[in-house]
């Protein structure tokens, strides 16, 4: 709470990770509703059409949140980071201006066809506006991420005359290595956590015994993308991320482990109390070898440890990066896990009998968000004590005209008002899914936003 | 070059304020039209499951700001950050009230979010209005290429060390609501029949004539206060072309309350708006933000922006501005006609 911008940073990583947990579930609903749209508008499977009236109404709510949620976060460039604005704005403000025109002109233009247009529309054009919902909400992530990418591991531009950076390659900007590695790692797991959101509201019908149809088929491929999806993150996209973070942030990475010696035979540590002054892990569990082995294809690799570089170059919060980093990386091996045995018993016929598992699916549902959160944690946090990699600080980015106090006033502000946000969310969501899918809809007026008040959820 | 982006910069706001604007309106007038909930529901279903796409304006105006003008964007949004705070609370406020009313039913609860969405949407055209009149008025910049910080008020003059507010700022902040109100109200009468229909149309002439005194009041404040301005906008084509807006939209919107033609009265409303946009762009600029204190060290345009950057945005942005266009006319087609009371959606 020393540093001037703690504030500032506290605000900017509350709201960014509040606002996250929105788009990952649209962005990965997405490609889900495409395909059900189309195999309800080719092969007239009713199912399916229910499937996505049921979840556009879900999408639609999470979109207005992350809406309301995103506006503040384009701002808070200006509000709170002036000094970054200043500095890279000509070149990160080129994407953040392309996501909102390019990418997000498109999703917000389709979404209220999405939830409210299957009785205006015919069924081809639902179903092109689900594809512009489902383009939209991805090209939005790919403007982002390479906007933060360059944060990561900054190409493609150069210093202006005062000292402010200026776009010098376009292309080589947009198609930042990094970008590419994180866009892949980022979506696959934003596919898990919509493939664990839709397996769980099926084990939530299966396991009351009520919608049993839709419950099957949220099982279904909620288990089948699931699977996909969690074996992705991990590898190749999660293993391509660790490679470039060892390429071009070897700190980060030794931080991440939790790994302050350098030499061979680097250990993975799988749990342990990283203890930053005795530079030790405390109570540690380790595999030795296993970290030189995959950085190196060796046991006996040497892996370079936080002594290898000047203190003033060490991530700022080494703590919660290695905890950040253990907590993403332990729940991505344990969602393997979880739908390996899923597919196994889906496989064998059991998915909707066997009560255990389907207890596990339900109440895995927070742990996708959990994972996510931390991934970005680790990466925000592994580019510390640097705003723009290796060029810019972050105590150089901040607002110098707004006091701590303004800040921690607006904070304030934010963690009420979102804290509110939160539970009319889980209200009106928790809401939908007992009222839980309209399977007999007859086509025309009947999908009204508001349920007639004779209509009891029927759980 | 810095031309063309401020117009995109300006143009851009307008839409926000013309689409988004109505929306806003519909808000600042809910409770004057609609006096019963069932009335009150016909209005949200008048504004459409696509409110939200008007509010992806301000994104893209904020993101052109920020790709073209990031130094304008730093200084500005750093100088007005309270304002900017409770603006963007405003906005969270009213698209809560707005989705949740959608899926409510109990009127207890639906009858506070009605409420909660005229307050918000109140302190929206306020604080839109107060800090265009902020940018019209300028911010204490004391140095070339310098910061500024300023406090919600000083002794309200708004000359010197000003604040966010004072006479001029609050009186261009009370003409917002206004003009905002009656646009929503044209708006309203537009896409509604019967009761609710009459009455939109009712407040929309009460409305546009409390906006017109508050136009006349606002035009000698900013001739009293920056009479430069107005000599800076004759000396513009562009500022003519506005003139040019405005008196056409004031016509056809007097036409359109006069012999009660909803239509014209809308379309005037949308240029009077747009053009009082027009105007005020012509009469700045260069300057986006002026000084109080020192008029060299007002921040100008190329000052504020990154040059180098610029040319391959342009290209981009006309090309993804053709889509925008496209969904545009997609759907105002789409969702074309009145809504009845069975169209509701949130």
């Known amino acids: 709470m020393d540093d001037p911008a703690f504030w500032h940073r506290l605000q900017f990583a509350f709201t960014i990770c509040y606002h996250y947990l929105f788009p990952q579930l649209t962005m990965g609903l997405a490609p889900l509703l495409v395909l059900w749209k189309w195999r309800a508008w080719r092969h007239n499977d009713m199912r399916y059409a229910t499937a996505v009236r049921f979840w556009a109404v879900i999408f639609g709510l999470n979109f207005t949140v992350g809406v309301v949620t995103g506006i503040p976060m384009e701002f808070q460039f200006g509000t709170n980071w002036a000094g970054f604005s200043r500095y890279a704005g000509g070149i990160i403000g080129q994407t953040l201006a392309m996501e909102g025109m390019i990418a997000f002109f498109l999703e917000s233009a389709f979404v209220g066809l999405l939830v409210w247009g299957e009785k205006r529309l015919t069924q081809r054009a639902h179903f092109f506006a689900v594809v512009g919902v489902a383009v939209g909400s991805w090209l939005s992530g790919y403007f982002i991420l390479v906007t933060n990418a360059f944060m990561q591991h900054p190409v493609g531009y150069a210093v202006g005359a005062n000292g402010d950076l200026v776009l010098a390659d376009v292309w080589a900007y947009l198609l930042n290595p990094w970008a590419l590695v994180l866009y892949l790692h980022n979506m696959t797991a934003a596919l898990v956590t919509g493939a664990f959101v839709v397996a769980a509201v099926g084990a939530f019908y299966a396991l009351r015994g009520v919608h049993r149809e839709q419950a099957r088929l949220y099982l279904h491929w909620g288990t089948a993308v699931g699977l996909l999806a969690a074996l992705a993150v991990a590898y190749p996209t999660g293993d391509l991320q660790a490679k470039m973070v060892a390429a071009h942030q070897p700190a980060a990475l030794a931080a991440m482990e939790g790994r302050f010696q350098s030499g061979p035979m680097a250990q993975i540590t799988l749990i342990g109390q990283p203890n930053v002054a005795e530079k030790r892990i405390d109570n540690a569990i380790e595999v030795p070898g296993a970290l030189s082995f995959l950085a190196t294809g060796s046991f006996h690799g040497e892996v370079r440890g936080l002594d290898a570089f000047p203190q003033t170059q060490w991530p700022t919060n080494i703590e919660l990066l290695y905890y950040a980093f253990h907590i993403m990386v332990g729940l991505g091996t344990s969602f393997i896990v979880l739908m390996a045995i899923a597919n196994l018993q889906r496989w064998r016929g059991r998915l909707l009998t066997c009560r255990p598992l389907l207890w596990a699916l339900m109440l895995a549902l927070p742990f996708p968000y959990i994972a996510t959160t931390a991934g970005w944690i680790t990466t925000e946090l592994g580019r510390q004590p640097w705003l723009v990699y290796g060029l810019f600080r972050t105590s150089q980015g901040v607002s110098t005209v707004v006091s701590p106090g303004n800040a921690l006033f607006s904070l304030m502000g934010f963690t009420g008002l979102y804290f509110l946000l939160g539970v009319l969310y889980l209200f009106l969501v928790g809401r939908e899914l007992l009222i839980g899918p309209r399977e007999n809809y007859s086509g025309a007026g009947t999908l009204l936003s508001g349920t007639p008040d004779n209509e009891v959820p029927h759980v | ?346």
């Open chain 2, 1 to 346: 070059m810095c031309e063309i982006w401020f117009a995109i910069v300006c143009f851009m706001l307008t839409v926000f304020a013309l689409l988004d604007g109505w929306n806003i309106g519909a808000g600042i007038v809910h409770h004057a039209v609609g006096r019963d909930d069932a009335q009150r529901r016909l209005i949200i279903a008048a504004l459409g499951p696509y409110w939200s796409w008007h509010e992806v304006w301000l994104i893209g105006f904020g993101g052109v700001l920020f790709a073209a003008f990031p130094i304008a964007l730093a200084v500005a949004l750093s100088g007005f950050y309270l304002a900017v705070m409770m603006l963007l609370w405003a906005l969270i406020l009213r698209g809560m009230a707005l989705e949740i009313s959608g899926h409510l039913t109990d009127p207890m609860w639906r009858s506070f979010w009605d409420g909660v969405f005229t307050f918000g949407s109140v302190l929206l055209a306020l604080l839109i209005g107060i800090g265009l009149g902020n940018v019209v008025r300028g911010v204490p910049l004391a140095t070339s290429g310098g910061t500024f910080w300023m406090p919600l008020f000083t002794d309200f003059s708004p000359r010197g060390h000003v604040g966010l507010l004072d006479w001029f700022t609050v009186l261009t902040g009370v003409f917002t609501v206004a003009a905002l109100g009656a646009h929503g109200a044209a708006y309203i009468a537009l896409k509604t029949t019967g009761a609710v229909h009459a009455r939109a149309a009712q407040v929309a002439r009460r409305m546009w004539l409390l906006t017109a005194c508050l136009l006349v009041a606002v035009s000698i404040a900013t001739s009293v206060l920056r009479p430069s301005l107005f000599a800076h906008m004759l000396t513009n084509p562009v500022g003519w072309f506005g003139l040019a807006v405005i008196l056409s939209g004031g016509v056809t919107l007097v036409r359109g309350l006069l012999v009660v033609r909803e239509q014209a009265t809308f379309i005037g409303g949308c240029a009077l708006i747009a053009g009082l946009f027009i105007c005020g762009g012509a009469g700045t600029y260069p300057e986006m933000l002026h000084s109080t204190i020192d008029s060299t060290a007002s921040l100008t345009a190329p000052q504020a922006s990154i040059n180098a950057s610029l040319g391959i945005a342009l290209v981009w942005w006309s090309v993804s501005l053709i889509f925008v266009v496209a969904y545009f006319i997609y759907i105002m087609r789409t969702y074309a006609g009145k809504v009845h009371a069975a169209d509701e959606h949130g």
